[in-house]
């Protein structure tokens, strides 16, 4: 059963230092979903899920909001299960009640309010990334947010899950963090990337002066002509190292937009210089995507028929960063059978979906490798 999901971005509540730690709030939190083809396992799989998000929603004081839809096979987006895997422990199900074609679920859980380096570690994901860009028009910053919407489309549309930073920034010391990583402070990019579960954080800004002003004369009468120049610069930095892996910068000259009106000159100038400067930070990060990719192993025990490895080998072959066909190691009835693939994302993704599987248990999960158990649906 596919879903159509989102991608997802949480306002984390901040801290003074990203050395300090918050304890956990137990909370209790109610979730939905609809019941598709007589799928109870997975409408409970769905609303487990939703009322996961809702308790994150409680403790953290935010809205989770959505942002880009996708297709996928699981229950829930990316984003969602690796906030969910990194925030929310001890679940408990209170109860669960169903009506018609709809099932609601209640639980309690405890909700971090931030987390340590061990604790983001598993769930930081590759190829999530925080946006921190600003625009500045004759020397003043505005919050024209067209060329970081632009970029983030770009970014999305590449594979890349985007937490825009936009909305963080009214919150007490975010911007500092975001100014300090720019700088490649080390503890400054994981700060960002633990409370994110991002590994990548782009900073940077576009500059826009105008550079020509005048009328001329037309059979129509008197027309404006204005012009105006646009400087970019941004820099990738990976959070789990602080180290550079992608940067661009405007040519002296800058790019040009020109329009009848101010507004339109400054339209067609931020156009023009995102288009330059995502073309060419996305051919880095393509790279970078490169140097993630590994082939991996998912070991499973006690499959108990082909048409069940069958289904395994489907979701398998649906999941977002595979690089690869999946590669069928051998089915071996009620024994362990084994696939494998090219992959350059968290392997905690792949052990969160299998796990969401109302046949599976992940048993032990390396960087390499997720060894589950088939047992009878839950």
């Known amino acids: 059963m596919k879903l159509t999901l989102t991608i997802l971005f949480i306002l984390i509540s901040i801290a003074p230092s990203w050395a300090q730690t918050f304890p956990a709030g137990t909370v209790t939190a109610r979730g939905e979903a609809t019941i598709y083809g007589g799928d109870i396992a997975a409408a ?13 929603e409680q403790v953290l004081g935010v809205k989770i909001r959505s942002e880009t839809a996708v297709q996928d096979f699981a229950l829930a987006d990316d984003a969602i299960l690796s906030m969910v895997a990194g925030f ?39 190829f999530a990334c925080v946006l921190g860009l600003t625009v500045e028009i004759d020397g003043q ?9 632009k970029l983030s489309a770009d970014l999305v549309k590449a594979g890349f899950d985007v937490r825009d930073a936009s909305q963080l920034r009214a919150l007490k010391g975010f911007d500092e963090h975001l100014a300090t990583a720019g700088k490649q402070d080390v503890e400054a990019a994981r700060w960002i990337g633990r409370q994110m579960l991002a590994n990548v954080v782009i900073v940077g800004k576009a500059s826009l002066k105008q550079t020509e002003k005048k009328e001329v004369t037309s059979y129509t009468g008197a027309v404006g002509v204005y012009a105006y120049d646009a400087w970019t610069e941004a820099r990738a930095i990976e959070t789990t190292t602080g180290q550079i ?11 040009r937009g ?9 339209t067609e100038a931020l156009a023009n ?8 930070l996305l051919n880095q990060l393509a790279a970078y995507r490169g140097r993630k990719l590994r082939p991996i192993t998912v070991e499973i025990s006690g499959i108990p028929s082909y048409e ?13 960063f595979r690089e690869s ?28 979906k299998l796990e969401r599987l109302p046949y599976l248990s992940v048993v032990e999960k390396t960087a390499g490798k997720v060894i589950c158990r088939y047992a009878a649906e839950r």
Request: with cysteine.
């Open 258 to 266: 020109v329009g009848d009106t101010p507004q339109k000159a400054v």
């Open 308 to 320: 069940k490895f069958q289904i395994i080998k489907g979701m398998l072959n649906s999941i977002r």
């Open 325 to 352: 066909e999946v590669s069928d190691l051998g089915f071996q009835e009620g024994k362990t059978s084994s696939f494998q693939f090219d992959y350059s994302e968290n392997i905690n993704l792949i052990a969160s």
């Open 273 to 280: 210089a995102e288009r330059q400067l995502s073309a060419d």
């Open 88 to 126: 929310v422990s001890n679940v408990k199900i209170l109860s669960e009640k169903q009506e018609g074609e709809n099932l609601s679920i209640e639980i309690q859980c405890d909700v971090a309010r931030e987390l340590s380096d061990e604790e983001a570690a598993p769930q930081v994901r590759n």
């Open 245 to 255: 892996i992608a940067q661009s910068a405007s040519q002296v000259a800058g790019v």
């Open 44 to 56: 409970r799989e769905e609303a487990l899920v939703d009322a996961q998000r809702n308790a994150l």
């Open 141 to 149: 910053k505005t919050d024209d947010d067209r060329f970081v919407n």
